[in-house]
């Protein structure tokens, strides 16, 4: 056992562990894998964005860099243009400093891209995202199209306001749902159509209220009824009102907390897996959010071979270690915001490129360090000489530490997966930002609302008022980050509880927290009871 030495818990290196960082020629790490998913979070700047101008072209953007930060940001024409040269930022490694003291001094001068996003489509107000069409404020999201407000939408047609979903269309506020098609307040389903404020359904149509059913159809409450009982209690319920939309989430929020039964994992088509929401993935430990993954541990939202410690990875990466956000990457370590990329180390926006080492916004390039080009011959000798360099001063193998992120803890996703308080992030060392203080207007037009929550304004856009309209919904009473926040209530954290089945009293890991006193259930219960 070791001691982390940011939590000072204990935590284990095994086996399969230590095999992995022999392969890949790094020191076993010094913290435990939840800090370490900390630290990776605290680099990814998700829905905190800010209204810009391109400091090259002047364009109109949004940026994921507020206008404090000391480098510049560049529209996406611009970043992957011909006017500049981020080489031009290079410079020496300096042996006498420690790595990412220079790294940071780098990356205070070298410009940025103004997102995360790559390769959309009429999609400029996204955030990364990629391969994208007609999309308007989808976060984490790959090949979706029409797609609103939304969550790590994968191949999704016409979606809004719903997170964590796959091949799936027509749906509203809905959470972790595959292949299902005109659904609103769906949570956890899989293969339904014209579900409503439902949990943990499986082939399921025309169903409202209801968890824990396979195969059913026209039912409320899990009561069976006839087609026309059906459609007339539903026009009873008034989803197309504030009021009667307002009822139902509380109902569906109950059904959750109490009513309904949980399987301890959501593992689908899994072999000697360990975490949640994973489907078709093999030998991972510790994994979440995870699709056609083999051979990994401590990852979360992604779809990789032979990665540990990664977080947002798509397009199949493969043997890379410490990795945040990153698309069909080979052989990298400790990186991220680098796309399409082999044998990369502690980069940042680097795109298409292979054998860098320190560098920021490169783009296919090669045999650079901090930035500055070398030859092969000279790469391959400093290469080894910078990394003995690293051990000695602590630095190889681990990711960027947080207060070296260009974002303030509680601009980060950190903060929704690793919450702090202010006082707990300056005590730390992190870097925070204070919150403008506004009064906050009233609604200033029917396009332009208040949150009935927390007071800011937000704007309803011309598509988005049609998607309501298509599906019969009254327009939002919450901007858009209190909806999300009201169903990430429905994600667990990504923590195993040993615990004990409610039904049978054996003993089973699970993610959902032990105070919230909900029925969870091993396999065997479960699928006594709800198959």
Same mark, same amino acid.
């Given at each position: 056992?070791?001691?982390?030495?940011?939590?000072?818990?204990?935590?284990?290196?095994?086996?399969?562990?230590?095999?992995?960082?022999?392969?890949?020629?790094?020191?076993?790490?010094?913290?435990?894998?939840?800090?370490?998913?900390?630290?990776?979070?605290?680099?990814?700047?998700?829905?905190?964005?800010?209204?810009?101008? /391109?400091?090259? %072209?002047?364009?109109? $953007?949004?940026?994921?860099?507020? *206008? &404090?930060?000391? #480098?510049?940001?560049?529209?996406?024409?611009?970043?992957?243009?011909?006017?500049?040269?981020?080489?031009?930022?290079?410079?020496?490694?300096?042996?006498?400093?420690?790595?990412?003291?220079?790294?940071?001094?780098?990356?205070?001068?070298?410009?940025?891209?103004?997102?995360?996003?790559?390769?959309?489509?009429?999609?400029?107000?996204?955030?990364?995202?990629?391969?994208?069409?007609?999309?308007?404020?989808?976060?984490?999201?790959?090949?979706?199209?029409?797609?609103?407000?939304?969550?790590?939408?994968?191949?999704?047609?016409?979606?809004?306001?719903?997170?964590?979903?796959?091949?799936?269309?027509?749906?509203?506020?809905?959470?972790?749902?595959?292949? /299902?098609?005109? %659904?609103?307040?769906? $949570?956890?389903?899989?293969?339904? *159509? &014209?579900?409503? #404020?439902?949990?943990?359904?499986?082939?399921?149509?025309?169903?409202?209220?209801?968890?824990?059913?396979?195969?059913?159809?026209?039912?409320?409450?899990?009561?069976?009824?006839?087609?026309?009982?059906?459609?007339?209690?539903?026009?009873?319920?008034?989803?197309?009102?504030?009021?009667?939309?307002?009822?139902?989430?509380?109902?569906?929020?109950?059904?959750?907390?109490?009513d309904s039964i949980h399987k301890a994992a959501d593992i689908i088509s899994c072999e000697?897996?360990?975490?949640?929401?994973?489907?078709?993935?093999?030998?991972?430990?510790?994994?979440?959010?995870?699709?056609?993954?083999?051979?990994?541990?401590?990852?979360?939202?992604?779809?990789?071979?032979?990665?540990?410690?990664?977080?947002?990875?798509?397009?199949?990466?493969?043997?890379?270690?410490?990795?945040?956000?990153?698309?069909?990457?080979?052989?990298?370590?400790?990186?991220?915001?680098?796309?399409?990329?082999?044998?990369?180390?502690?980069?940042?926006?680097?795109?298409?490129?292979?054998?860098?080492?320190?560098?920021?916004?490169?783009?296919?390039?090669?045999?650079?360090?901090?930035?500055?080009?070398?030859?092969?011959?000279?790469?391959?000798?400093?290469?080894?000489?910078?990394?003995?360099?690293?051990?000695?001063?602590?630095?190889?193998?681990?990711?960027?530490?947080?207060?070296?992120?260009?974002?303030?803890?509680?601009?980060?996703?950190?903060?929704?997966?690793?919450?702090?308080?202010?006082e707990q992030a300056l005590e730390k060392g992190y870097r925070w930002r204070e919150k403008?203080?506004?009064?906050?207007?009233?609604?200033?037009?029917?396009d332009i609302l208040a949150c009935e929550f927390c007071g800011k304004n937000y704007r309803?856009?011309?598509?988005?008022?049609?998607?309501?309209?298509?599906?019969?919904?009254?327009?939002?009473?919450?901007?858009?980050?209190?909806?999300?926040?009201?169903?990430?209530?429905?994600?667990?954290?990504?923590?195993?509880?040993?615990?004990?089945?409610?039904?049978?009293?054996?003993?089973?890991?699970?993610?959902?927290?032990?105070?919230?006193?909900?029925?969870?259930?091993?396999?065997?219960?479960?699928?006594?009871?709800?198959?």
């Open positions: 056992m070791k001691t982390c030495l940011n939590c000072a818990q204990p935590f284990e290196v095994d086996s399969k562990d230590a095999e992995f960082y022999n392969k890949i020629q790094v020191p076993a790490p010094s913290i435990c894998p939840t800090c370490r998913y900390q630290r990776r979070l605290a680099v990814r700047n998700e829905s905190s964005l800010y209204a810009r101008k /391109c400091d090259l %072209c002047g364009k109109d $953007v949004i940026a994921i860099y507020s *206008s &404090d930060k000391p #480098f510049k940001q560049f529209c996406n024409e611009c970043f992957f243009g011909d006017k500049w040269d981020a080489k031009d930022y290079g410079r020496d490694f300096d042996f006498t400093k420690p790595f990412f003291e220079q790294f940071a001094d780098l990356q205070n001068s070298v410009p940025r891209l103004n997102t995360g996003s790559l390769n959309n489509v009429n999609s400029e107000y996204t955030n990364f995202s990629s391969d994208c069409k007609n999309c308007y404020m989808t976060i984490a999201s790959e090949k979706a199209e029409d797609c609103y407000y939304c969550k790590l939408a994968q191949t999704n047609k016409n979606c809004c306001d719903s997170d964590y979903l796959w091949d799936s269309e027509l749906c509203y506020d809905c959470v972790n749902i595959h292949n /299902c098609y005109h %659904c609103t307040g769906l $949570v956890q389903s899989q293969n339904c *159509s &014209d579900c409503l #404020f439902s949990y943990d359904l499986k082939s399921c149509q025309n169903c409202i209220f209801c968890y824990n059913l396979r195969n059913q159809e026209y039912s409320i409450f899990n009561k069976s009824y006839s087609k026309e009982d059906f459609e007339k209690a539903k026009k009873e319920l008034k989803l197309n009102t504030k009021e009667g939309y307002k009822k139902a989430f509380h109902n569906l929020r109950k059904i959750f907390l109490t000697n897996v360990s975490g949640d929401n994973l489907s078709h993935c093999k030998n991972s430990k510790l994994c979440f959010d995870m699709q056609d993954t083999e051979e990994c541990a401590y990852c979360a939202e992604g779809d990789a071979k032979f990665c540990f410690d990664c977080n947002n990875i798509y397009y199949k990466p493969e043997l890379s270690y410490e990795i945040m956000s990153a698309l069909q990457m080979y052989n990298c370590k400790t990186s991220y915001y680098s796309h399409y990329s082999n044998n990369i180390s502690y980069c940042s926006a680097c795109y298409y490129s292979s054998d860098l080492f320190g560098c920021i916004s490169l783009k296919r390039e090669k045999f650079c360090i901090l930035n500055k080009q070398y030859s092969e011959e000279e790469y391959r000798a400093i290469i080894p000489k910078i990394i003995d360099h690293m051990k000695r001063t602590k630095e190889y193998g681990e990711f960027f530490p947080i207060k070296f992120s260009p974002f303030e803890y509680n601009e980060t996703i950190a903060m929704e997966w690793c919450p702090i308080t202010r403008d203080v506004k009064e906050y207007a009233k609604p200033i037009s029917k309803l856009v011309n598509q988005e008022i049609q998607f309501y309209k298509t599906m019969q919904l009254p327009t939002p009473s919450l901007c858009s980050g209190c909806r999300h926040s009201q169903r990430f209530f429905f994600k667990n954290p990504r923590k195993i509880w040993a615990q004990k089945c409610s039904n049978c009293s054996a003993q089973i890991e699970s993610t959902y927290p032990p105070e919230r006193h909900q029925k969870v259930f091993c396999e065997t219960c479960y699928l006594k009871t709800v198959i």
